[in-house]
Structures are given as structure tokens and as C-alpha cells.
């Protein structure tokens, strides 16, 4: 976890998302894309506690694609999601005391995260 300037907590994760589909020849194929995810404020404290590699997620927030040059000298690409509503997915006692990994349970609530993501100290 790391925090703006102004004290506002961050936390980055990555999740991958599946996709499985057939090509006009009937061949079955899956494809993997992956997205950063930036929590901010309570979300970030709850992602940073409960979430840990493996852990099934639920996001939500707005989607932004960067493009960079890698250290290598190559463009690149990243998928970038600034998360507005998260919901912990899978099975019971999967992480949080008393209870599954979400049980419905939704964290967000309208929740706006602040406008100086440029003063992170990445």
C-alpha cells in the first residue's frame, strides 16, 4: 500500500480476465487479458488486507489504456482500471474472519478516488 501526498491510500493489483471462444474453423481458443487495478482509500486498506494471490475478485471502475515504452525500447500497452466497486468473490472462509471471501458483500458505495494519481510515488 502507498499513500498521495496528501495521505489518500493506493493499492495496485493485477487480475487477469478469461475469455474462451471458437475461430470460424471450430478450433477452440482462450485468451487472457490483464488489467491493473488501483484501489484508493478504504477499498485499498480492504484489498491490501483481504486479497492475495489467487483470490477471486469482482471490479468495477473506469477503464484507461496507457501506452509507454518499455526499458527495452518498446511500446507497450497497460489496461488500467480505476476501481469504484469491488466485491470478493469465492469460497467460504477463503480469507475474512467470520465469513466467505465477499457473501454478497460489496465494497464501495460511490466512492470518487482523488484526482492527484500523477503525485503517486511509483
Known amino acids: 500500500m502507498r499513500y498521495t501526498p496528501s495521505g489518500q491510500g493506493v493499492t495496485s493489483f493485477s487480475v487477469a480476465s478469461n475469455r474462451r471462444y471458437r475461430t470460424a474453423d471450430g478450433e477452440q481458443r482462450e485468451e487472457t487479458m490483464w488489467f491493473n487495478i488501483n484501489a484508493w482509500g478504504r477499498q485499498a486498506e480492504i484489498c491490501n488486507q ?23 525500447g518498446q511500446p507497450r500497452v497497460s489496461n488500467d482500471v480505476r476501481m469504484t466497486e469491488m466485491q470478493m468473490l469465492g ?3 477463503g480469507g475474512i474472519p467470520g465469513g466467505g471471501m465477499g457473501g454478497g458483500r ?15 510515488p511509483f
Not at 460489496?106 to 503517486?120: A, E, H, K, T
Open 50 to 72: 483481504y486479497l492475495t494471490r489467487g483470490s477471486q475478485v469482482y471490479v468495477e471502475g473506469t477503464l484507461t489504456t496507457r501506452i509507454f515504452t518499455g526499458n527495452d
Open 91 to 93: 469460497s467460504r472462509g
Open 106 to 120: 460489496g465494497v464501495g458505495g460511490g466512492y470518487s478516488p482523488p484526482d492527484d494519481i500523477d503525485d503517486l
